[in-house]
Every structure is written in structure tokens, then in C-alpha cells.
């Protein structure tokens, strides 16, 4: 069958609907005749726009951010903005959540976006195997190496579906692809029965792994996926597969298999350029654009640059969505603001941990609102990763300011909250030109979909769950390690508001502190009062110990990278620990006054648009009938 291939001359090259009624109906920007892409130039360009949809800004629903999900549902942050914009938004926030919210509909279409376009490379490469073949690649031959980076995009995009909608949604493989341009596949068998689809995502990556080169030579490759991005996949995978959920996603236990293939990876990982993994050298060179790439902690990463005045692939939120309302000099929406209960997670014992315990929220939230000014309490000790993981009133914002008042930094605090978002934010001297000086999260600043550090809480992960909680703490405290090696110092407050390339922060003298317990030292001129510490031994002797550190080290050092409600679901603690989080929020924030979270909702519903449209080929899931 003779297929018209889609694509845009525009640099994301391939484009969706988001309002298309199936979910692999999709709407021709431009076509050209597959003849026309029969070469190797012709690959080249599906491969770029495969890769493109990892730059899919449609607003808040579809982004690989997935703050709306990640964060915002899983109690790290709260929307933003006012309580009515963005209603479907806002019904995910407060577990109002239904079958029919537009954002699960536009994420799924979404995901099959991403699947077709791996495919369509698959299609294009193996109609040209032969000359393809012939050609050498950086380890194999230039075939192989494309279909490997093609079934890998398709396994991550079915995985990110599995992760929202469950384990039981549509795999659209090659065959189905070359039955229909819009291939009807149902998720159940002829007995009624779900068809869970982790194998099928397994093969896809393990032959990713089996087949992409460790390394890419070409600078405009380093970006493309390499063999240990692929082997880090398939061990994510391969864990939540393991992971109990509620005993309703076709769960099989693979801890072996993870940590087999975790201990390889960390014996013989890099990335593409060559460097082996390890973690960067300080927590806050990971978030900053001179510093954050290719430290050897990238295992897969968005590639983001300026260029121009192009502003779509270098803002994985979006151009406006997460920018504060005014106070950087640039328009913003004000969403994604962290929540209370998060903030007041970083707080620390005497020894620098956390408190585990959750004593921290019986404590005064860090920033009050006294008459109608933000203050934050900078004598409370919290791990110094707090004030590069998001914004407090009255410490250093980037090189911005030091936000003092609500004026221009939060849209609505009965709403919102008193903190402000900051890891997708650029520094004013890395906006690039003044073309985009409008643009409130336009930067080089890569987005870290998998990070090394990520690799290490895994694999404690995998020795908790494979008899060894006491080997899991070196790993958990390598983390640790590393955090305690970079605070936030004071500053002169010195800011050219009016400047466009940034200011230069002049150090000041405080009598705040980093107590560094690691290293047995301290640090002063610090801009609030940090502390940090390593677990000690105790701490991992049992299981319920081990997991319960492990859980709250995820929880801080990957705060708001998109990961905690997908832990919580996973994990099968999703309703205790939401319920307590609705618990402590509401008393600052009424919109949770009502809200519910229910035991079930460890995956979502699958959209009652696609249910719909599949006409009885598609199941609504277990936890959702």
C-alpha cells in the first residue's frame, strides 16, 4: 500500500491535531510522496520529525514536562494562575477527575502522535532496506541504526501512555501501521480479556539496546538517542512492571532483570559524546544553560536551542504558560507553582535528614503573607537543593532579583500560593536575543527526562526490592553527597531590573549558614540556613526503613521534574499519600476543601473520546469502569 507521508517545512517538521477525534487521525500540514523521501537525506528528514515531538508545547496537557500529571496531581505543585482558568486543568488538580477531560484526550492523542511518526520511519526505512543497508553507521549498518532510534521513540511513547492510561492501551506496531493509515487496535482479546502491552514495549527497547551505537560522532547526532538512553528505558520499564500499582496492571516481578541491567549501566553508560555517567559535580549545574548539558548525568535529555527567534523548540512549557506574571520583565501565565506541603518537605532535623516522619508539617509554613507582604522564614534549616529546585520570597530568584513583594510574581496567592516554579526558568543572561526577550522560558537549558541520579535511586530501588535495603543506602547517600556540594549564596541586592543579558550578583555578607554535615563543616554568607547530612546505617536495616528514605530522597531530588505522581501510583500508595497531602494543603489553599483521592486511580481513564470513536474496540480500564 502506497502511504502519503506528512510533514511541515516549519523546524518541528511534523505537526498534530489536538483536536482530532482518533487517536491516529492526523491532520496534513504538507505531503510529499514517499518516492520523494527515498534516499537517505529522505530519512533524515522523518528522523527529525520523530524527534520532534519531544517538542510538543500544546499548552499544558501534552508537554513531556508533564507537570500537569507528575506534578500538580501528584501535591508537588499546585496550578497557578486563577482557580478558573483552564478548567480542565483545574479538575485534574482538585481529583475531579472524569473520563471526559479534554487534557487526557489531547495527552493521548498525543502519545499516538509520537508512536506514528516512529513508525513512519520504520515504514520509509525499510521500503529502502537494501540502499540503507549498504551504508555504515557509527557501529552498525545505517538501517539498523535508524529502525533501532525508531522502535525506541515507539517504546517511549507507549510507555508514556502506560504511565497515565495503564499498561492495558492500544500497541501499534508495524504491522498495524502498514494495515491502515489510522489503524484501528483494541486493548482487549476475543474473550474480553485486557491485553497488557509491557512486552511489547520490552522488545521494542531491547532491541534499541541491542542496536544503537554507544556513541555518535557528528555533532548534529549528539542529540539522538544512544544505547545506554535505551538501556535506562528499558530498565524504567522494567520497574514499573514490577512495581505493585494495585494488582491491576498486569504486573510481573522483573527486579532481577533491573538490577542486572542497572549494574551495567553504571558500569559502562555514557552518553552520547562519550562521557561516562556519573553525577554533575553540583546540584545546581544541572538547571543552569552554560552548565546543565553533557555533564555526564544526561542519560536523556530534550535537546533545547536558541536560534533565532524560533521559540517552539527551546520551551518545553510553552512560551508563557509557567513565567511569573511581570517581575522577570518578560509576559507570563503564572502556573506551576509549587505547592505548601512540598516546600515544607525540604525542612531538616538536627542531622541534616529529612523528616520522615512527616513532623515537618506540623510546622509554620516557610513564607507567610503578613498584611499583604510575602516573608519567609530564612532561619529554618532545609536541604540547601530547596533554593535551586524553586522560589522563595526574600532569596536570590536567578539573576532576576530578590522577590519581595507579590507584585509581579504571583498571579493569585489564594489560589496559587506563595511559591514560584524555577528548574525550567532561564537565567535573564541565557534568554538569547532580544527577539526573545518576551518569551518567559525560552533557553538552551536541556529538559532532563532521565538524569543519572535517577539511575542511582533506581537501582536502591532494586536492592530493596531484591533483599539488600542496607547495600541500597551508599546509593541514596551518593545523592546526598552530591547535593550538599552547592547552596545558594546571599546577595547585594544590586539587580538592574532594565538589563537584558542578566546581571552579575554582587556576594553579600549574612549570618546564615550551609551546615554541611557531610563534610563535616560550615559554609557561611549563605542566603537562608541550609543543612545536610547522610543517612546512617539504621536507617536502612529493614525494608519498610530503606523504602521509606528512598521515597522521600526521589521526592526531593527530583522535585519538579514531572516524576511524583507516577511513583505514587506505581508504588501503590497513591490515595494515602494524596489524602494527606489534600489534608495539609486545604488549611492554606480552600479549592481542596472537597477533594477526594480515590484508591483506584492509579492509572486514568482512557478519554471517553477514543472509547467513542474506537466504536467497542476500546475498554475503559479496570480502575476506571
Not at 33 to 61: K, W
Not at 220 to 246: D, F, Q, R, T
Not at 357 to 384: C, F, M, N, R
Request: aromatic share 12%; net charge negative.
Amino acid at each position: 500500500m502506497k502511504k502519503i507521508l506528512i510533514f511541515s517545512v516549519v523546524a518541528a517538521m511534523f505537526s498534530m491535531s489536538s483536536c482530532s477525534s482518533s487517536f491516529m487521525e492526523i491532520t496534513p500540514v504538507g505531503a510529499v510522496d514517499e518516492a520523494a523521501l527515498a534516499d537517505q537525506s529522505g530519512i533524515e528528514m522523518v528522523l527529525t520529525g520523530m524527534y520532534a515531538t519531544f517538542h510538543n508545547t500544546s499548552y499544558f496537557e501534552a508537554t513531556l514536562s508533564n507537570y500537569a500529571y507528575g506534578d500538580v496531581m501528584g501535591g508537588s505543585a499546585n496550578k497557578g494562575s486563577t482557580y478558573t482558568d483552564q478548567s480542565p486543568f483545574t479538575n485534574l488538580e482538585t481529583y475531579a477527575i472524569t473520563s471526559g477531560n479534554t487534557y487526557l484526550n489531547t495527552k493521548w492523542v498525543s502519545v499516538y502522535n509520537g508512536v506514528f511518526r516512529a513508525n513512519v520511519v520504520i515504514h520509509n526505512a525499510t521500503g529502502i532496506k537494501d540502499k540503507l543497508s549498504a551504508l555504515t553507521g557509527e557501529s552498525k549498518d545505517y538501517y539498523t541504526e535508524t529502525v533501532a532510534q525508531a522502535r525506541f521513540m515507539r517504546a517511549f511513547w507507549h510507555f508514556e501512555g502506560i504511565k497515565l492510561f495503564g499498561a492495558a492501551i492500544p500497541y501499534v506496531g508495524s504491522d498495524e501501521y502498514e494495515s491502515s493509515v489510522n489503524p484501528q487496535v483494541s486493548n482487549v482479546d476475543a474473550s474480553g480479556n485486557y491485553i497488557y502491552i509491557w512486552d511489547k514495549v520490552i522488545d521494542d527497547l531491547k532491541f534499541a539496546y541491542e542496536n544503537l551505537p554507544d556513541t555518535w560522532s557528528k555533532s548534529g547526532n549528539y542529540g539522538n538517542v544512544n544505547k545506554w538512553a535505551a538501556a535506562a528505558l528499558l530498565a524504567k520499564v522494567m520497574m514499573y512492571e514490577s512495581s505493585p500499582y494495585n494488582g491491576s496492571n498486569g504486573t510481573t516481578n522483573r527486579w532481577a532483570e533491573v538490577k542486572s541491567l542497572l549494574e551495567t549501566i553504571m558500569a559502562n553508560g555514557c552518553d552520547s559524546k562519550g562521557t561516562k555517567y556519573k553525577l554533575a559535580d553540583t546540584y545546581d549545574q544541572l538547571y543552569n544553560a552554560k552548565t546543565s548539558d553533557w555533564t555526564g548525568e544526561s542519560v536523556l535529555d530534550i535537546q533545547m536551542e536558541i536560534s533565532g527567534t524560533q521559540t517552539n523548540t527551546n520551551c518545553i512549557n510553552g512560551t508563557a504558560h509557567i513565567g511569573m506574571v511581570g517581575a522577570l520583565g518578560i509576559g507570563g501565565w503564572g502556573f506551576y507553582q509549587p505547592s505548601y506541603e512540598m516546600v515544607n518537605s525540604y525542612i531538616v532535623d538536627d542531622n541534616g535528614l529529612p523528616m520522615l516522619d512527616k513532623s515537618y508539617q506540623k510546622k509554620a509554613p516557610l513564607t507567610k503573607i503578613e498584611g499583604t507582604t510575602p516573608v519567609t522564614d530564612l532561619t529554618v534549616y532545609t536541604d540547601p537543593r530547596i533554593d535551586f529546585s524553586l522560589g522563595r520570597f526574600d532569596t536570590p530568584y536567578l539573576d532576576y532579583s530578590v522577590p519581595k513583594t507579590l507584585n509581579g510574581w504571583i498571579r493569585d496567592i489564594s489560589n496559587g500560593g506563595p511559591y514560584l516554579n524555577k528548574k525550567n526558568i532561564p537565567n535573564k543572561a541565557d534568554r538569547g536575543s532580544t527577539s526573545l526577550s518576551t518569551t518567559a522560558c525560552s533557553s538552551a537549558k536541556n529538559f532532563h527526562l532521565i538524569r543519572y541520579a535517577d539511575v542511582l535511586l533506581w537501582y536502591a530501588e532494586a536492592l530493596i526490592e531484591t533483599g539488600d535495603p542496607a547495600g541500597a543506602r551508599q546509593y541514596v547517600n551518593m545523592v546526598r553527597t552530591r547535593a550538599a556540594n552547592s547552596y545558594t549564596k546571599a546577595v547585594a541586592e544590586q539587580f538592574d531590573a532594565n538589563a537584558t543579558s542578566g546581571t552579575e550578583m554582587t556576594e553579600s555578607a549574612s549570618s546564615y549558614v550551609l551546615d554541611d554535615k557531610v563534610n563535616g563543616k560550615k559554609l557561611e554568607n549563605a542566603a537562608a540556613n541550609y543543612r545536610i547530612g547522610l543517612y546512617p546505617a539504621s536507617q536502612f536495616a529493614t525494608k519498610d526503613g530503606a523504602m521509606q528514605a528512598l521515597r522521600f530522597e526521589r521526592k526531593i531530588e527530583l522535585a519538579l521534574e514531572g516524576h511524583r505522581w507516577y511513583d505514587l501510583a506505581r508504588w501503590g500508595i497513591i490515595e494515602s499519600e494524596l489524602t494527606n497531602f489534600i489534608s495539609y494543603e486545604k488549611q492554606y489553599l480552600s479549592k481542596y476543601s472537597s477533594s477526594v483521592y480515590n484508591s483506584n486511580w492509579v492509572t486514568l481513564p482512557i478519554p471517553d473520546a477514543q472509547i467513542t470513536t474506537m466504536q467497542g474496540l476500546l475498554v475503559q480500564n479496570a480502575n476506571w469502569k
